[in-house]
T-cell receptor
């Protein structure tokens, strides 16, 4: 079974801090994704990566950056955390398909609170 | 543009009731369609999928049929159980669009 792990289940940070969220997958998937999940808004794509060192902006990239130095690891960085970034963050991975993304496999999520 | 529109929740049903959660999509091509489920405190997991028109995905008693003519992928289950209580997301493979999620609560 594919396993996607995230570095923390719960995280509390202060406004202005730099925050790192780590995600690791063990199935050699090309694609990796970061979403945030908010009540009433569903999942919104922040960034995705289709290869090492490659990244594409999603719908809401402002205030975030990402890093993918190794195929199995995809990091989300909040350069200067703000209270409106309090949310559930979900990482996912999938195989690449010419026709579009294949089934995405999700980590358990990190609930981030910014005070 | 591409999108997924999902039935608003929350939905509350009694055990053994019939479930339908509506989902429609817009896409420029012919995407794969998915239903994901999120149990409390967990990430999303794939429930079922269909990759082309008229395909039926099924799993754990849930079914959904890819209808190109109505651009729909409605989720159905004939008899829900308390353990089906979760949030359900419809999604398409084109541009990673997810619906907003439908919360289902099944009461004994």
């Amino acid at each position: 079974d594919v396993k996607v792990t995230q570095s923390s289940r719960y995280l509390v940070k202060r406004t202005g801090e730099k925050v790192f969220l780590e995600c690791v997958q063990d199935m050699d998937h090309e694609n990796m994704f970061w979403y945030r999940q908010d009540p009433g808004l569903g999942l919104r794509l922040i960034y995705f990566s289709y290869d090492v060192k490659m990244k594409e902006k999603g719908d809401i990239p402002e205030g975030y950056s990402v890093s993918r130095e190794k195929k199995e690891r995809f990091s989300l960085i909040l350069e200067s955390a703000s209270t409106n970034q309090t949310s559930m963050y979900l990482c996912a991975s999938s195989l690449w398909r010419r026709e579009g993304t294949d089934t995405q496999y999700f980590g358990p999520g990190t609930r981030l609170t910014v005070l | 543009g591409n999108s997924v529109t999902q039935m608003e929740g929350p939905v509350t049903l009694s055990e053994e009731a019939f479930l339908t959660i509506n989902c429609t999509y817009t896409a420029t091509g012919y995407p794969s369609l998915f239903w994901y489920v999120q149990y409390p405190g967990e990430g999303l997991q794939l429930l079922l999928k269909a990759t082309k028109a008229d395909d039926k995905g099924s799993n754990k008693g849930f079914e959904a049929t890819y209808r190109k003519e109505t651009t729909s992928f409605h989720l159905e289950k004939g008899s829900v159980q308390v353990s089906d209580s979760a949030v359900y997301f419809c999604a398409q493979s084109d541009q990673f669009y997810f619906g907003t999620g439908t919360s289902l609560t099944v009461i004994p």
